[in-house]
């Protein structure tokens, strides 16, 4: 069964610290992966996509990285700010059937 | 600016009453999507649209139909409302290919009592 596991499930940090989220999938056959993020109350935006040969992505102060081969990713962000206060959605798209699977999300809270 | 708009954005109705949720994008997407998001769950695919007259079924399609009679819009009807299909919808479109990212509304709260 195609799976998104994310984690952890909640993080609080300070304002200006760094954080790195983790997600572990087991979708295949594999076409990409995705972050996205979504304030309280609003739809998921898109952060990145990686392809199966792409390690590291980064959009501002946020970077990806994929390794396929253990079927992991990360989301680091950097330098946080009260606005990075949401959830973050790790999605796969699986070739076969174009699906996409969710994980459930962090939710991240930046604190002053 | 092109964009996604739902309505409504909040909705209350009684189980057994019929309910259409609007979706409508300005961005010409052949490729449109409804999912409902609950805690506990990531996002779950209800049904999705390639195309004008397009319908196909996603994971959780029980309960609700959609229809696409144009470009623009995916309308999700809940035939006889239960109270398990309270959630928050997300409707979402996307260009041609699959692999290309999606772009998602503003949802809708939905309440059944």
């Known amino acids: 069964k195609n799976q998104v596991e994310q984690s952890p499930q909640s993080l609080i940090i300070l304002e200006g610290k760094n954080c790195t989220l983790q997600c572990n999938y087991t979708v295949s056959p594999f076409s990409n992966l995705r972050w996205y993020k979504q304030d309280t109350g609003r739809g998921p935006v898109s952060l990145t996509i990686?392809?199966?040969?792409?390690n590291t992505k980064s959009n501002g102060r946020y970077t990806a990285t994929l390794d396929a081969d253990t079927k992991q990713s990360s989301l680091h962000i950097t330098a946080s700010q009260l606005s990075d206060s949401a959830s973050y959605i790790c999605v796969v798209l699986n070739n076969a059937g174009n699906m996409l699977t969710f994980g459930g999300g962090t939710r991240l809270m930046v604190k002053p | 600016d092109a964009e996604i708009t739902q309505s409504p954005r909040h909705k209350i109705t009684e189980t057994g009453r019929q309910v259409t949720l609007a979706c409508h994008q300005t961005w010409n997407h052949n490729n449109m999507f409804w999912y409902r998001q609950d805690l506990g769950h990531g996002l779950r695919l209800i049904h999705y649209s390639y195309g004008v007259q397009d319908t196909n079924k996603g994971e959780v399609s029980d309960g609700y139909s959609v229809s696409r009679s144009n470009t623009e819009d995916l309308p999700l009807t809940l035939e006889s409302a239960a109270s398990s299909q309270t959630s928050v919808y997300f409707c979402?479109?996307?260009?041609?290919?699959?692999?290309?990212?999606?772009?998602f509304g503003p949802g809708t709260r939905l309440l059944v009592l």
């Open positions: 979402a479109s996307s260009p041609g290919r699959p692999q290309e990212t999606q772009y």
């Open positions: 990686m392809t199966f040969s792409e």
